[in-house]
Every structure is written in C-alpha cells, then in structure tokens.
C-alpha cells in the first residue's frame, strides 16, 4: 500500500496537461466489442480503472497493445465466449458497460453486479430496464447478471432518472439492434456526446447525444478507426480547484472550456479569477474566498465528482456555505476526515453546511473512494503543516500521476510505502 505526504501552505504555480477523460474511456474501451475490425485508443488516460478494462478485454480474447502510455490498439474480433471474468468486473463501476456491448454484439452477456466507488446504493435496474426495452431478459445468479435476447428490436427506452450509466448501456445495446431506437431522458455528459462520436466516426447512426432524446438506428458493420479521447473535464475541475485552493496561478492545458462552463461560473462565484482561451484556462486568486450555495445537477449542472473538491476549498472560504449533492445517498463520507484538519462542517443527509474558517491543519486522512481522495490532496495542499493521505488507490484509478502532475506546479507532495502493519506483525 502506498500513501501521499503533502507539505502543505505552497500556492500552486505554474502549467498542468489534462489527460483523457476517464469516463468516456471506460465506455469506450468497452465499446470496442461492437466493432468489426481493429481500432486504435488515443489520449487514453493512464489509471487503474482503463488497466482492468484492458485487462478484461485480452482475458476474454481480444488483442490489446499498448501502443505508448496513452494510446491503445485493440482488436476484439477474438472475443467468442461474453462472460467477464468475476473477480475483475466486480472492482468497478464501469464494468456494467461489459453488459451492453456484449449485449449489443452476442446478445448475451454474463457480468459481476458492478462494484466501484461506495457513493451509497447504486442499482442497475434503469440500464435492465433499457435493455427490456430492447427484447432482452436478465437474471441473477451467484452475484452476475445475466442479459440475453434472441434478437435485439429497436424501441422507445424512458429512465425515470437521469442515469448516465444507464444511458450508455443503451446506447451501446441498441446501436446494432433492428430499426430505430427513441432513449428519452437521457443523461448528456460529454462522456456521452464522446461515446456517440466515437460510435458514428465507426458507421453507427446515432443522433441527439447531449440532448435529453437521442435517436439510434440500428447498423449491421461498424469499421475500424482511430480515435481520441476528450480531455476529462473532472480532472481539470479538479486541478482549477486546486490553484484556487492553494491561492496559486494555475494554466490547465488541454481542456474544453465549455465542458467546464458550470465549474468556471461557480469558482467565479466564489471570487476566484478564471481566464478561458480555446484549449486552456488560467485560475488564479486575487482576494479572498467567499461563500457560495451549491447543488450539483446533471450536465450541463455543476457535477457531483466535482462536490467533494469543491466542498473542502469552501472551508477555506469566508462565511456560510451550503452543498447539497442528492445525486447519490451519501457523497459525504470525506467530510469525517476533513473534520481531523479542522474543517467546521455538518452534514444532515445530502445537505452539507461549511462554516469557513479560513484555514486547514495537516493530519493523517484516509480517502474513502476516488473524489473524496482527490479532496483530501486538496486540503492537504492548501493546510499548514503535514497531511498523510492513505488509501491512495482510490485515487489513481481516475487521476493519471496525480503526485508528478503536483509537483510539476510546486508542490511538496511526495508517494511512500505504507509497511504492511500484518506482514511486519507475522515476521517478528
Ligand atoms: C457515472 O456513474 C460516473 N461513473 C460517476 O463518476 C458519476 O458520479 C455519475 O455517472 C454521475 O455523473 C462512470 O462514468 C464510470 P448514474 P453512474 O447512473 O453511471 C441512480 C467518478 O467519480 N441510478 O448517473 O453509476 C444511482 O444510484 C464516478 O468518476 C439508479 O437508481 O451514475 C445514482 O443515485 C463516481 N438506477 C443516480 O441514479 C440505475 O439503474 C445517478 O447514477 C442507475 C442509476
């Protein structure tokens, strides 16, 4: 195991490159299984989410090859049996989007109930719900779901809540069923808008991704391309955060402003500066922090993976600030931790209350799932003192070098072995 040791009170300094966007990645990767032909992965981020769909991918028999640390060639036309291995599929969330390409291409799929980032429940039956729509049946047995059809019919699909997993799977599993799909309520990230792309850019025909309707009808061949990811409008939240946190002046390179709209007005809200050019933006701070009331929303909303970052530099703020993030049960559980740097926050079910005191203490802090683990950096670069990051797994699987990326901007960020306490116990 392996933690960050931040030498916080340094004002972040200088240029950061975003990497591809781990949501679309994960999409599709997984959408390669639709395609007839070999296909090559560009700007695809270097975390551990992408390294187990890759993983799943050559288990299951697909040609993977690591062309350079952010580009892929794959070939799936040697996948035959659409059963993901269990003990790989059940690590993440995003496994569940095995179930609708191998749906979409066998009509059949075997897939782990997915695991991922412990936001509170998180069921599927949206995505079982898009894929009845279509003709399909499901099952559980032993922990996997199991979807199949004899044939896959285009359909009318409607989620009763804006899913953004749900509306991928759909996607997926209806960009080769018979005629024409209507998905209505869907979800419009532009993880959504890149997975359309990348879909079309092979020969599908899908219309309306990044709208609330998107219209699919079904094709038979889908050719072989390169394409590139889009830059992760999370990871770039995160680092703008980052500067305004640490009171620095940040360039982030390699973003698309617009994905980041609802981010910009909010840090401007709060009196941060935030200077947009066509593929950067600068953030920088001239005064002081102020208080803000935030609710995250869907696209083009401000988003939940940006509530935690944003919820910890609040505390730094000058006033009374008020977070309420309903998208999952529970996105608060960082809050504890921040509690340990003196943090003044209380938090009554979705509702967090910050009562900004201007400062942080450096503290051991554990990270409890991927956004929180990115906070605690956070906070940790903006506290006096030391702050100890553990579980620092949680975070690589979405941020690529996060600790080299840091550093690059002044930070005193350095990555050390936690011994492992049980082996140490059983060798003395
Ligand atoms: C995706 O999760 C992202 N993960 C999450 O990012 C992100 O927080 C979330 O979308 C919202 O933007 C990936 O893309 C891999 P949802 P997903 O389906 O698809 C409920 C990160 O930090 N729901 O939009 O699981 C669900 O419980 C991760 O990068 C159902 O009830 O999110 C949640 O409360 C964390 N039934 C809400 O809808 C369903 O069938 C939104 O979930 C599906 C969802």
């Known amino acids: 195991m392996e933690k960050f040791v931040i030498n916080g009170g340094k004002p972040l300094k200088g240029e950061v490159t975003i990497s591809g966007a781990k949501n679309a990645a994960v999409a599709i990767v997984a959408a390669t299984i639709l395609c007839d032909e070999p296909c090559v992965l560009e700007n695809v981020p270097d975390i551990s989410d992408i390294t187990i769909c890759m993983k799943i991918l050559s288990s299951?028999?697909?040609?993977?090859?690591?062309?350079?640390?952010?580009?892929?060639?794959?070939?799936?036309?040697?996948?035959?049996?659409?059963?993901?291995?269990?003990?790989?599929?059940?690590?993440?969330?995003?496994?569940?989007?095995?179930?609708?390409?191998?749906?979409?291409?066998?009509?059949?799929?075997?897939?782990?109930?997915?695991?991922?980032?412990?936001?509170?429940?998180?069921?599927?039956?949206?995505?079982?719900?898009?894929?009845?729509?279509?003709?399909?049946?499901?099952?559980?047995?032993?922990?996997?779901?199991?979807?199949?059809?004899?044939?896959?019919?285009?359909?009318?699909?409607?989620?009763?809540?804006?899913?953004?997993?749900g509306t991928i799977n759909a996607i997926m599993a209806a960009c080769k069923a018979k005629g024409l799909s209507i998905i209505e309520n869907a979800a419009k990230e532009p993880h959504i808008v890149d997975l359309a792309n990348f879909l079309n850019s092979m020969g599908a025909d899908i219309r309306g991704a990044g709208t609330d309707v998107i219209k699919i009808r079904g094709v038979n061949y889908l050719k072989g391309i390169t394409y590139g990811i889009i830059p992760d409008q999370i990871e770039a939240g995160t680092y703008m955060v980052a500067a305004a946190a640490t009171k620095g002046d940040v360039i982030i390179k390699n973003v698309i402003p617009k994905h980041?709209?609802?981010?910009?007005?909010?840090?401007?809200?709060?009196?941060?500066?935030?200077?947009?050019?066509?593929?950067?933006?600068?953030?920088?701070?001239?005064?002081?922090?102020?208080?803000?009331?935030?609710?995250?929303?869907?696209?083009?909303?401000?988003?939940?993976?940006?509530?935690?970052?944003?919820?910890?530099?609040?505390?730094?703020?000058?006033?009374?600030?008020?977070?309420?993030?309903?998208?999952?049960?529970?996105?608060?559980?960082?809050?504890?931790?921040?509690?340990?740097?003196?943090?003044?926050?209380?938090?009554?079910g979705t509702v967090a209350v910050i009562q900004g005191t201007g400062s942080l203490q450096g503290s051991p802090v554990v990270a409890t799932d991927l956004r929180a683990g990115a906070a605690l950096i956070i906070a940790g670069l903006a506290a006096n003192g030391v702050t100890e990051v553990e579980n620092i797994h949680y975070i690589e699987r979405g941020y690529e070098s996060i600790d080299k990326k840091l550093k690059g901007l002044g930070a005193d960020i350095k990555r050390v072995v936690v011994p492992d306490v049980d082996h140490m116990r059983m060798s003395s």
């Open 260 to 348: 980041l709209e609802s981010i910009t007005a909010k840090l401007r809200k709060v009196g941060v500066t935030v200077i947009e050019n066509d593929e950067s933006v600068e953030v920088r701070v001239d005064g002081p922090l102020l208080k803000t009331s935030l609710k995250t929303m869907p696209h083009p909303g401000f988003p939940t993976d940006m509530q935690p970052q944003f919820s910890t530099m609040l505390t730094l703020a000058e006033g009374t600030s008020i977070i309420t993030d309903d998208i999952f049960d529970n996105r608060f559980k960082y809050v504890s931790e921040l509690r340990r740097m003196g943090a003044d926050i209380s938090v009554e």
């Open 60 to 165: 299951m028999g697909a040609v993977v090859k690591l062309v350079n640390k952010n580009t892929y060639f794959i070939d799936t036309r040697g996948i035959k049996d659409p059963k993901v291995p269990y003990d790989l599929a059940r690590t993440m969330r995003a496994s569940t989007y095995f179930l609708g390409t191998l749906l979409g291409r066998f009509h059949n799929a075997y897939v782990a109930m997915p695991g991922g980032c412990d936001l509170g429940d998180r069921p599927i039956d949206q995505h079982l719900k898009a894929f009845a729509s279509l003709g399909a049946q499901h099952e559980l047995q032993s922990g996997e779901v199991h979807v199949h059809a004899n044939e896959l019919i285009g359909s009318q699909i409607y989620f009763d809540m804006n899913t953004v997993g």
